[in-house]
């Protein structure tokens, strides 16, 4: 037990620190016990939807910091910075139109297959890396989920907004390219933001998806590779929809991504919308970020145990 000292001439005596008042019986039986059940119970309002757009918008200004410390962090310490950015989808599009444009002769209904394949290459190369950060963002924010409170579809979300300064960076390129094969600007050009906020959706309710069932089942990190690689193979992404029998092409409409990456070529090109796989595109969209939004917010209040 701890003790204190005192010097009286010269000799130093230990004397005991002044003790607590103990409590005696009386006083302890007069104290009420723990319930077994708790008196209050917090639980979230029926009107879920709502409740989530009022807790992103009141968190507005952690969204913004989050989004831009994924894009510093993305390029701190390398020696090319944003030109990764660029550098990614060219380099891409560079293989493709060697490979699939002159060696096996993929047709892209008569736009130069470079330009073709970059537009392609530029929605896909967002959404692939909107998902796959989006996806692995939970576990990688665990330090952020266990300390405080704040909306936890504020962490995928941030990873899908970094994505888009990725995509305004790689269209910069795309505008000399347009220049370069003399393709004109047009009315069409206004479907382009369209365009891009539905990837974004998509992408947004793909990657929610993931990164609640990465928490639990961390084989979604090795899987989603390897389920990006396949995405792209069945997406117009090197080949036009065109390039199917019109037997199979509606195959190709069960593909979120089929209308959107063809809107994005409509729009760049001036050609005529398939508007039947953008509605396809669109409902298939609303109906992932739904069933995504219930399955997050049911497997949310797990995430700070299990992570």
């Known amino acids: 037990m701890d003790t204190t000292t005192s010097q009286t001439a010269g000799v130093i005596k230990p004397t005991k620190p002044p003790c607590s008042?103990?409590?005696?019986?009386?006083?302890?039986?007069?104290?009420?016990?723990?319930?077994?059940?708790?008196?209050?119970?917090?639980?979230?309002?029926?009107?879920?939807?709502?409740?989530?757009?009022?807790?992103?918008?009141?968190?507005?200004?952690?969204?913004?910091?989050l989004t831009w410390r994924d894009v510093k962090v993305r390029y701190k310490q390398t020696a090319l910075g944003v030109a990764w950015a660029v550098l990614q989808p060219l380099l891409t599009m560079v293989i493709f139109t060697f490979f699939f444009g002159r060696l096996a002769g993929v047709p892209s209904d008569n736009v130069p297959y470079p330009?073709?394949?970059?537009?392609?290459?530029?929605?896909?190369?967002?959404?692939?890396?909107?998902?796959?950060?989006?996806?692995?963002?939970l576990v990688g924010n665990a330090n952020l989920i266990t300390k405080v409170y704040f909306?936890?579809?504020?962490?995928?979300?941030?990873?899908?907004?970094?994505?888009?300064?990725?995509?305004?960076i790689s269209f910069v390129v795309l505008i000399p390219l347009m220049f370069y094969y003399k393709i004109a600007a047009s009315w069409t050009w206004l479907m382009f933001p369209v365009m891009v906020f539905l990837t974004a959706v998509l992408a947004f309710a793909v990657g929610m998806w993931l990164s609640a069932l990465n928490v639990k089942y961390r084989d979604v990190?090795?899987?989603?590779?390897?389920?990006?690689?396949?995405?792209?193979?069945?997406?117009?992404?090197?080949?036009?929809?065109?390039?199917?029998?019109?037997?199979?092409?509606?195959?190709?409409?069960?593909?979120?991504?089929?209308?959107?990456?063809?809107?994005?070529?409509?729009?760049?090109?001036?050609?005529?919308?398939?508007?039947?796989?953008?509605?396809?595109?669109?409902?298939?969209?609303?109906?992932?970020l739904l069933y995504a939004s219930y399955t997050f917010r049911r497997m949310e209040k797990s995430f700070a145990d299990i992570i």
């Open 21 to 65: 008042p103990e409590l005696d019986s009386d006083s302890r039986s007069s104290i009420p016990a723990l319930p077994d059940t708790p008196l209050v119970t917090i639980e979230p309002g029926k009107n879920w939807g709502a409740r989530e757009l009022r807790d992103i918008w009141a968190y507005r200004d952690l969204l913004y910091f």
């Open 115 to 137: 330009i073709f394949a970059y537009a392609g290459l530029l929605p896909w190369t967002f959404f692939s890396n909107a998902i796959s950060n989006s996806g692995n963002s």
């Open 151 to 168: 909306p936890r579809m504020i962490i995928p979300m941030a990873a899908v907004a970094a994505g888009l300064v990725d995509l305004a």
């Open 221 to 288: 990190r090795f899987a989603l590779p390897f389920i990006v690689q396949l995405w792209m193979f069945v997406s117009p992404v090197i080949y036009p929809t065109s390039f199917l029998p019109a037997r199979f092409r509606w195959v190709l409409l069960l593909n979120p991504l089929t209308g959107i990456i063809e809107g994005y070529r409509s729009s760049l090109f001036s050609r005529p919308f398939n508007w039947i796989a953008l509605a396809s595109s669109g409902a298939i969209t609303i109906a992932m």
